[in-house]
């Protein structure tokens, strides 16, 4: 793979790009332009594997080894299906601790695109004026993106990932010029393996593989990846999804969060999607033990009010929305969620913060 770059329109030579790396790793004021830097230089170190922090938003985060040539691999399907082009332009917007920052940087790389670097903050385009070819965000960046001044739109092709693209978010993206998609994959996989677009023409509910990867379930209705591109083995995920051949699926949410109440059981992601466009503040749904039904559906909203009128509004909004055994038992009104470092929910942490397994 060839080593030399362009960063923010300035090509550097593989000697040179050393030794710039070298000297912000050492001198940049900011962490976030030292974790690029010094992930490049780890690029160019002569081991044949890269460390990758894991998310933490269904346990504890960890460090797992990723082989630097799986990277590469996953770069050179990635570009495939996006048509990368030698000179093209790719925003960098996220840490480059985790593996999405780090395949922006091995994309660059590979393609030889001009890799834009900003800081990796809540609204990633506030600086960006001129038009990018690519860019990788979480669903909070683009959100705040489209309620700022900042344009999406300068994206052409934008890639979400890192947390469910929940239905108020996709609609919207419908209005913009912006080729936006959702991403699925882990830190596992080495970024993404499956991709659907959100918007345009191609807008589709199924997630559909790259190169030569294929999909089955187990006896749990979740999801096997055997993809040798970018596995070493096959592996079984907690993500329940409806199969809709060895290369598409359509994904209904995590085997960890079912809830199983009277014997049926929830999938809180999907009833989720439904409660978007009526609940405007961060929320999740979940099961905390049931003495009768085992479990009992409850609806946290992230909220410092917690105003009888407006939960009385919200139920009989709900009512209409949701089947019977959908609807939550109890709403609790939380002042701050537990969050990864991407802003995703940290479910299970929030609750047993809470205490309301007992409730």
């Known amino acids: 793979m060839r080593t030399e770059l362009t960063i923010n329109g300035k090509y550097f030579s593989d000697e040179d790009l050393i030794g710039l790396c070298k000297d912000r790793v050492s001198n940049s004021s900011l962490q976030w332009e030292r974790d690029i830097y010094a992930f490049i230089l780890n690029w160019f170190d002569s081991s044949d594997v890269v460390m990758?922090?894991?998310?933490?938003?269904?346990?504890?985060?960890k460090e797992i080894t990723l082989s630097k040539q799986k990277m590469i691999n996953s770069a050179?399907?990635?570009?495939?299906f996006f048509n990368f082009e030698?000179?093209?332009?790719?925003?960098?917007?996220?840490?480059?601790?985790?593996?999405?920052?780090k395949m922006?940087?091995?994309?660059?790389?590979?393609?030889?695109?001009?890799?834009?670097?900003?800081?990796?903050?809540?609204?990633p385009l506030e600086t960006i004026s001129s038009k990018v070819d690519f860019a990788a965000m979480v669903p909070l960046q683009v959100s705040n993106s489209l309620q700022s001044s900042s344009s999406i739109e300068l994206i052409k092709n934008l890639l979400i990932g890192g947390g469910a693209v929940d239905a108020r978010l996709v609609k919207q993206i419908q209005d913009v010029t912006t080729n936006c998609f959702s991403s699925y994959g882990m830190t596992e996989t080495v970024s993404h393996v499956a991709i659907k677009a959100l918007n345009g023409s191609s807008q589709s509910e199924n997630y559909k593989g790259l190169?030569?990867?294929?999909?089955s379930v187990d006896e749990r209705n979740c999801l096997k990846i055997d993809a040798p591109q970018v596995l070493s083995f096959p592996i079984v995920t907690n993500d329940v999804v409806d199969l809709i051949d060895d290369q598409q699926f359509i994904w209904l949410g995590r085997y960890d969060n079912v809830v199983n109440s009277g014997g049926i059981k929830l999938f809180p992601e999907t009833i989720e999607a439904k409660l978007k466009n009526v609940i405007s503040m961060p929320f999740f749904l979940a099961g905390v033990a049931d003495e009768k039904l085992g479990q009992k559906l409850v609806l946290l909203i992230e909220s410092t009010v917690a105003e009888e009128k407006y939960e009385f509004e919200l139920k009989e909004k709900i009512k209409g929305l949701l089947d019977k055994f959908e609807q939550a038992r109890y709403i609790f009104f939380i002042k701050e969620f537990i969050k990864t470092p991407n802003g995703k929910?940290?479910?299970?942490?929030?609750l047993a913060a809470l205490n309301l397994q007992d409730s």
Request: glycine content about 12%; overall charge positive.
């Open 104 to 123: 922006m940087i091995v994309r660059a790389f590979l393609w030889q695109l001009n890799l834009i670097l900003v800081d990796p903050n809540g609204n």
């Open 345 to 350: 929910i940290k479910r299970e942490a929030t």
């Open 211 to 215: 190169g030569n990867v294929l999909f």
């Open 52 to 61: 990758a922090k894991t998310s933490g938003s269904t346990g504890l985060p």
């Open 86 to 101: 030698k000179g093209q332009s790719a925003l960098l917007c996220l840490s480059a601790n985790y593996i999405a920052g």
């Open 76 to 80: 050179k399907l990635t570009g495939e």
